[in-house]
């Protein structure tokens, strides 16, 4: 049973445009955490949100968590190469010993 | 600053033979993971361990075998390796509890049991 699914799973977008992938789940997380993922690497955080409706921004990055602090969503404004890679976002269990990860949406960005 | 660092990068195993995964970290972090990733299926928490000397069950725990014997080591073990352990593995640590501090990840290790 996958507790965060994420969406889409692959997106590929040409340089420039505009993109949202969607982290969902069931059940309540206390805060919600965005990493990316380059090949042959481990994933780095982006950013973590704690507060239902909490909006944060990293340059072009948008990330929003719901009200009901159970999904969040990533959006990036006119994608660059550089913006290719795995993102997975995370939720902690209960005891906060440890994380779940979402699925991952994989990004493409062609010149 | 070297993080966490994992070795061996690249592993073939055949059926039924055994092995062990380093990871080290020098950041002085309590907390330490392994984690599996395969692909369509996110990462997948295998063991992990809130300090020197204890060791948890993750979601994925069945065939393998962890340690921490000392605060910036963590060992996964693989006893008898079968081919649905072929993986990518993550070490990862943190600070305190891992609400309140990031993952660091190490690069992984790239197993394939044959």
């Known amino acids: 049973t996958q507790l965060l699914e994420q969406s889409p799973q692959f997106l590929s977008i040409q340089e420039g445009e505009n993109l949202t992938v969607y982290c969902n789940s069931s059940?309540?997380?206390?805060?919600l955490q965005w990493y990316r993922q380059e090949p042959g690497e481990g994933p780095v955080l982006l950013v973590t949100v704690v507060t239902g409706g909490e909006v944060k921004k990293l340059k072009r990055l948008t990330f929003q968590f719901g009200d009901a602090r159970k999904d969040s969503s990533l959006h990036i404004t006119a994608a660059q190469p550089g913006d290719t890679g795995l993102y997975l976002c995370a939720g902690p269990e209960n005891t906060g010993n440890q994380f779940y990860f979402g699925t991952g949406t994989s990004l493409t960005v062609i010149p | 600053n070297a993080g966490v660092t994992q070795t061996p990068k690249f592993r073939v195993l055949k059926t039924g033979q055994s092995m062990t995964l380093l990871c080290a970290q020098d950041?002085?972090?309590?907390?330490m993971y392994w984690y599996r990733q395969d692909p369509g299926m996110g990462l997948r928490l295998i063991h992990y361990?809130?300090?020197?000397?204890?060791?948890a069950k993750g979601e994925v725990p069945d065939g393998y075998n962890v340690s921490r014997l000392k605060k910036q080591n963590f060992l996964l073990g693989l006893e008898s390796a079968a081919p649905s352990q072929t993986s990518v593995y993550f070490c990862?640590?943190?600070?305190?509890?891992?609400?309140?501090?990031?993952?660091?990840f190490g690069n992984g290790t790239r197993l394939t049991v044959t």
């Open positions: 990862a640590s943190s600070y305190r509890d891992s609400l309140n501090s990031p993952l660091h």
């Open positions: 361990s809130v300090g020197e000397g204890t060791t």
């Open positions: 950041m002085n972090h309590e907390y």
């Open positions: 059940s309540v997380f206390s805060s």
